[in-house]
């Protein structure tokens, strides 16, 4: 596989597999940071090392899925951080897909969007929390780690 990593902790997927990953981390708490902006995947990523949170970031979403299908439930990520507006597979189509499986639907899913139209995250099937691009990082670290704290406990 194909990746960069800013750490061991935080890693990018450039393809589908997510057979070299650690098995250690898949099966520890993580977020699954979703961009189609490698910028902005690489500043959540450094932000989530930064409080001692492991992260994946994908910036093609066409690989969401091929790369949640190679692992088993107990590897899952603890959330989903989801851009909206990318190409090819939107975040909404994700999200909506996700919700309608009965394999992920259980997934917390953390919409991000600079879209001044999305408001809630109950403007999106399956989202649980909504985080407005440009985002304060307080605010998010605060709602990502309520989260995490949630889906560990």
């Known amino acids: 596989m194909q990746y960069a990593g800013v750490s061991t902790a935080s890693i990018f997927i450039d393809d589908k597999s997510a057979s070299t990953i650690s098995d250690q981390l898949l099966r520890s708490p993580y977020v699954l940071v979703v961009d189609d902006d490698e910028a902005i995947v690489s500043v959540l990523l450094l932000l989530l090392e930064g409080e001692g949170l492991s992260g994946i970031g ?4 066409r690989n969401v899925f091929p790369f949640l299908s190679q692992l088993e439930t107990d ?14 597979l939107s975040g909404y189509e994700i999200a909506s897909k996700l919700s ?3 394999r992920y639907r259980h997934l917390p899913i ?14 999106v099937q399956g989202a649980i929390d909504y985080v407005a691009k440009p985002f304060q990082i307080d ?15």
């Open 75 to 88: 590897q899952f990520p603890s959330v989903i951080l989801l851009d909206l507006m990318m190409p090819v």
């Open 110 to 123: 953390i919409i991000m969007t600079a879209d001044g139209r999305v408001r809630s995250a109950s403007s």
């Open 100 to 102: 309608q499986s009965e």
């Open 139 to 153: 605010a998010l670290m605060t709602k990502l780690k309520s989260h995490l704290d949630r889906s560990t406990s």
């Open 58 to 61: 994908i910036t093609d979403s």
